[in-house]
């Protein structure tokens, strides 16, 4: 509750900007979400994908009815809630708390899209399950599995674009209207 009202005024400072440098202000959150740390989980088909080449996960791993994997192989029965420690080595399955897939009725693809359909994609509800950007932009900010993204463990790459300069991207886009790139 109160970390919605101390956001609220974006939304309203955002209708008086111009979004004529939408392609700068778009550019570092779109870095982030297509980084294969966070594009992996976010795409239309239903294996999860591994690597900074994006492989299909491996031993058939599948999103499953609600996106915890197939009964049997659900995504718990390996990654737990947080990174296993090194001496697991650099290929022990990483952790956050609610490792899985988004469900398979809103699957909220990041990977493939251009910057511009990427920005459409995530201002419409019916992709992030009626959630609006405020509420994204906390999600962004404070959620476990996101930071995950920035401590993935192994030898993992992480986004070129810190957390905190994420949020401080995100705000700007929020305060500046939230504008597309063309
Ligand atoms: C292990 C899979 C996984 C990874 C890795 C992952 N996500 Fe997600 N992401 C999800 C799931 C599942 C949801 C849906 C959560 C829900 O609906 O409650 C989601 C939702 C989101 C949303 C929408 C939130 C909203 O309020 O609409 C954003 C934005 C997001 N993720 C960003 C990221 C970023 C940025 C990274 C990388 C730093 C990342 N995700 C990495 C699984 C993942
Ligand atoms: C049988 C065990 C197992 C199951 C079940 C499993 N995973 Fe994995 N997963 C792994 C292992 C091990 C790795 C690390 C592979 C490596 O680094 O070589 C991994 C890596 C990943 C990665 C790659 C991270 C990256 O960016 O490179 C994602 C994403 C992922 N799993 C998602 C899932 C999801 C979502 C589920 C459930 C639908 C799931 N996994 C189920 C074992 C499993």
């Keep these: ?8 005024p974006f939304a309203s400072i955002g209708a008086f900007a111009q979004g004529g440098n939408a392609d700068q202000l778009f550019e570092p959150i779109r870095t982030v979400l297509q980084h294969p ?6 795409i239309p088909g239903d294996a999860p994908l591994q690597y900074d080449s994006g ?4 031993q058939f791993v599948q999103r499953g ?6 009964v049997a192989m659900e995504c718990a029965a390996c ?4 990174n296993l420690p090194a001496s697991y080595g650099a290929h022990a399955p990483p952790g956050a708390p609610n490792w899985q897939l988004p469900p398979p009725e809103a699957k909220m693809v990041f990977i493939g899209l251009s910057p511009r359909a990427l920005c459409e994609a995530i201002k419409d509800k019916r992709v992030t399950r009626g959630r609006d950007l405020n509420a994204m932009l ?3 900010r404070d959620d476990k599995l996101v930071g995950w993204g920035w401590n993935p463990g ?3 790459s992480v986004p070129p674009v810190s957390r905190p300069a994420f949020v401080t991207a995100f705000e ?3 305060r500046a209207g939230a504008p597309c790139p063309t």
């Design 1 to 8: 509750m109160l970390a919605t009202m101390a956001i609220t």
């Design 37 to 42: 740390r966070c594009q992996n989980c976010h």
């Design 55 to 58: 492989r299909e996960h491996a």
């Design 65 to 70: 009815p609600r996106g915890k994997g197939a």
């Design 79 to 82: 990654h737990h809630d947080e």
């Design 138 to 140: 906390v999600h962004v």
């Design 154 to 156: 192994g030898e993992r």
């Design 172 to 174: 700007q886009w929020l």
